[in-house]
């Protein structure tokens, strides 16, 4: 969709907004770091809302803005979507029965081939179970799973400019398994799939199974443009603590962007000021950028 200034559309949702929702998106369309080429459109009614005192009706808000999105996406009426936090909690008790926002979206835009992608100032990493309990993500493990999100993960890498993206694999287990002393997974899962990988021809440079606890340091130094890990706080822990200011949450996979910040609601700090919204104003540039280059 085209604006009447003949501009690509940005949809904004404001999460649930007793949280620092309302506020980062607030701070992120004053603060004159987002492109003029796009035009930025709030999603979803603006409720009474107490800061850090979520109810059922921010709730109800928060969801009732995410189906708005959906529909415009699928619409034509957006081109792009940015979602402020939503209280997980909250969104289930009214049958919200996805595990966050990004099945959300792949479920509502049909998209079967997704996956979760964070990337900030240095390191990009995705995902290749998400929100699952830890003692299932052994059995949850498949060779083709880690090829497939390992061919979104490159191709998220290529449209942002890198032809020949350097692509770590993490291994699951300590020490990527010891060669089967700690656990059979990396050499009966992981490395078939980077094998398969290799094989792609997707001019990719697959390496791995990596050693969990070493190999974001070179990865955050530039020697990898991406790492691909097995389980939620494998790549999320280290992306959050190297960059969670300027962390941004992509569904890789969808026919249109979709980002995030890269925190939640913060209800503690929500009204007081203290909110940082350089996260918001990264998802929002990120958006800008992928609407340039095209599809994720």
């Given at each position: 969709m085209m604006s009447e200034q003949g501009k690509a559309t940005i949809g904004i949702t404001r999460g649930d907004q007793a949280g620092i929702g309302p506020e980062v998106v607030a701070a992120a369309l004053a603060s004159g770091e987002l492109s003029s080429a796009y035009s930025y459109q709030m999603i979803g009614e603006v409720v009474d809302a107490v800061p850090g005192q979520p109810t059922q009706r921010t709730a109800e808000a928060a969801l009732a803005a995410l189906e708005e999105a959906a529909d415009m996406l699928k619409n034509g009426e957006i081109d792009a979507v940015v979602t402020a936090p939503v209280g997980k909690e909250g969104l289930h008790e009214l049958g919200f029965h996805f595990p966050g926002q990004t099945e959300f979206f792949a479920e509502r835009l049909g998209c079967d081939n997704h996956a979760m992608c964070l990337t900030g100032k240095h390191l990009t990493v995705a995902l290749v179970t998400i929100h699952v309990p830890l003692a299932e993500v052994p059995s949850l493990l498949r060779r083709g799973e880690i090829v497939r999100v390992g061919k979104l993960l490159a191709g998220f890498c290529r449209q942002r400019g890198t032809q020949s993206p350097r692509v770590a694999v993490c291994g699951l287990n300590p020490h990527a398994g010891e060669n089967?002393?700690?656990?059979?997974?990396?050499?009966?899962?992981?490395?078939?799939?980077?094998?398969?990988?290799?094989?792609?021809?997707?001019?990719?440079?697959?390496?791995?199974?990596?050693?969990?606890?070493?190999i974001f340091r070179p990865a955050a130094d530039g020697e990898?443009?991406?790492?691909?890990?097995?389980?939620?706080?494998?790549?999320?822990?280290?992306?959050?603590?190297?960059?969670?200011?300027?962390?941004?949450?992509?569904?890789?996979?969808?026919?249109?962007?979709?980002?995030?910040?890269?925190?939640?609601?913060?209800?503690?700090?929500?009204?007081?000021?203290?909110?940082?919204?350089?996260?918001?104003?990264h998802a929002l540039k990120l958006a800008g950028e992928m609407l340039d280059q095209g599809k994720v």
């Open positions: 089967g002393a700690f656990g059979s997974e990396d050499e009966e899962i992981v490395k078939p799939a980077i094998d398969e990988l290799q094989q792609v021809g997707d001019g990719a440079i697959y390496s791995g199974p990596h050693p969990p606890d070493t990898y443009d991406a790492v691909l890990c097995m389980y939620h706080d494998q790549g999320l822990i280290p992306l959050k603590l190297l960059d969670f200011d300027s962390g941004v949450n992509v569904t890789l996979g969808l026919p249109k962007p979709r980002t995030s910040p890269d925190h939640g609601t913060a209800y503690d700090i929500a009204g007081k000021g203290l909110a940082d919204a350089s996260s918001m104003i």
